[in-house]
């Protein structure tokens, strides 16, 4: 079972909007509304940014919004901030398991 | 307040057996799913597998399948991460992770992702 694919590397401006890509087969991502999104930063546990494609849990900014087209889902962070710098991972549902992607380092 | 709480770092040697440990509070643990999630040093997020404590259902990872056994105790509210045979490739960082997720028959209707995590727990295999 494969990785779902990240770009290793995404950066932008504060203020500016960035957005990652996560891509997977129709076995997980294109198969499912069940995609979630996670921010780590250095040493720390992950959070939950998004999950279901789109939904943010209570408590995470609406500057990361979530979408998905086919077998490719995206996380878009608006009005970059400082504190936004840090490694974001996708996981999508495949069927009874789950699957990460790669990662990718934000830089602000 | 809802929290997972894991136990402390491990240094071990190649071939010894090891469990960590998880415990859930300020919540019903039997109604989530538990995940476990490595983290190897500069490296990614990898999924483990994942326990729903209610009914010990437990989910590997093709990848973790034979390698570990995920096992939770619901009377203590503490689910598990068991090696019986360490590896030195085994050294990573573990987390464990509350997984919200709804089912019907079977089938899953909701998936609320990973929304607590324990702190990690440190595992270094060395001779």
């Known amino acids: 079972q494969s990785a779902l694919t990240q770009p290793p590397s995404a950066s932008g401006s504060p203020g500016q909007s960035v957005t990652i890509s996560c891509t997977g087969t129709?076995?997980?991502?294109?198969?499912?509304?069940?995609v979630s999104w996670y921010q780590q930063h250095p040493g720390k546990a992950p959070k939950l940014m998004i999950y279901e494609v789109s939904k943010r849990p209570s408590g995470v900014p609406d500057r990361f919004s979530g979408s998905k087209s086919g077998n490719t889902a995206s996380l878009t962070v608006s009005g970059l901030q400082a504190e936004d710098e840090a490694d974001y991972y996708c996981?999508?549902?495949?069927?009874?398991?789950?699957?990460f992607g790669g990662g990718t380092k934000l830089t602000v | 307040e809802v929290q997972l709480v894991q136990s402390g770092a491990e240094v071990k040697k190649p071939g010894e057996s090891l469990k960590i440990s998880c415990k859930g509070s300020g919540y019903s643990f039997t109604t989530y799913w538990i995940g476990w999630v490595r983290q190897m040093p500069g490296k990614g997020l990898e999924w483990m597998g994942i326990i729903y404590p209610g009914d010990s259902d437990t989910r590997y990872s093709p990848s973790f399948q034979g390698q570990v056994t995920i096992s939770a105790d619901k009377s203590i509210t503490t689910a598990y991460l068991k090696w019986s045979s360490l590896k030195a490739s085994d050294t990573a960082m573990y987390y464990c992770?509350?997984?919200?997720?709804?089912?019907?028959?079977?089938?899953?209707?909701?998936?609320?992702?990973?929304?607590?995590w324990g702190q990690g727990t440190a595992v270094t295999v060395s001779s």
């Open positions: 996981s999508s549902y495949a069927g009874s398991n789950r699957v």
């Open positions: 992770a509350r997984h919200g997720i709804s089912m019907v028959r079977g089938v899953i209707i909701n998936d609320y992702g990973m929304d607590v």
């Open positions: 129709r076995s997980d991502v294109g198969g499912y509304n069940y």
